[in-house]
Each structure stands twice: as structure tokens, then as C-alpha cells.
Nanobody
């Protein structure tokens, strides 16, 4: 049974930082590209960042470029999202995703999500 478990969400003031983690189990982690998506209230889920299996290639949404960094540790089956200079518009539920395709255009597995709230 595949599980993606996110952690690290919370409440932070604008300009602050958070680091999200996603621990994967039940799959061969190094075979999957990993990504982060987010969904704000009343909006569709949107792509945030992705990292290829080798960790050499990354992709970011324009809205987070220069502020967010995605990384992975294949030995720990974990993907991270370092979020700096947070803005109120970053408030959303953040979801971890695993895909055997690159770029991530189809997701094989989703996490349950972690809430990030940025206050102004």
C-alpha cells in the first residue's frame, strides 16, 4: 500500500519560512518523480514544484520561483519543499504527489495534504 505523508505545515507570518516534508512508503521511491501541488479555498489544485527521479532536474510554478526550493533524499524516501518569503496568497493545502512520468502531467499517488496559512 502506497502512502505519502506530508508534514511541516502551519501558520506563519508573511515573509516567514516553512519546510514541508513528504515521507513515502510502499513504492520504489527512486523510480518516481515527485511534486508538490496546492489548493486554496474555492480554487483548483495547481502545480507548485517538481523534481525528477535523479534530483538533477526541477521545475517551479512562476509564482514560487526564487522563493521555494524542492529537494529529495532517495535514501530517506522523502521529498521536501523549502518555502521562503511566504505571502498570504501562498495560503493553501499543500499536497505531495508521485508520478512515473516527467514532467509530472499525471499523478499516480497523492498525499493527504498539509495546511499552510500565511497571515498578513
Amino acid at each position: 500500500q502506497v502512502q505519502l505523508v506530508e508534514s511541516g505545515g502551519g501558520l506563519v507570518q508573511a515573509g516567514g519560512s516553512l519546510r514541508l516534508s513528504c515521507a513515502a512508503s510502499g513504492l520504489t521511491f527512486s523510480f518516481y518523480a515527485m511534486g508538490w501541488f496546492r489548493q486554496a479555498p474555492g480554487k483548483e489544485r495547481e502545480f507548485v514544484a517538481a523534481i525528477a527521479r535523479s534530483a538533477v532536474i526541477t521545475r517551479y510554478a512562476d509564482s514560487v520561483k526564487g522563493r521555494f526550493t524542492i529537494a529529495r533524499d532517495n535514501a530517506k524516501n522523502t521529498v521536501y519543499l523549502q518555502m521562503n518569503s511566504l505571502k498570504p496568497e501562498d495560503t493553501a493545502v499543500y499536497y505531495c504527489a508521485a508520478s512515473q512520468r516527467w514532467p509530472i502531467v499525471g499523478v499516480d499517488y497523492w498525499g493527504q495534504g498539509t495546511q499552510v496559512t500565511v497571515s498578513s
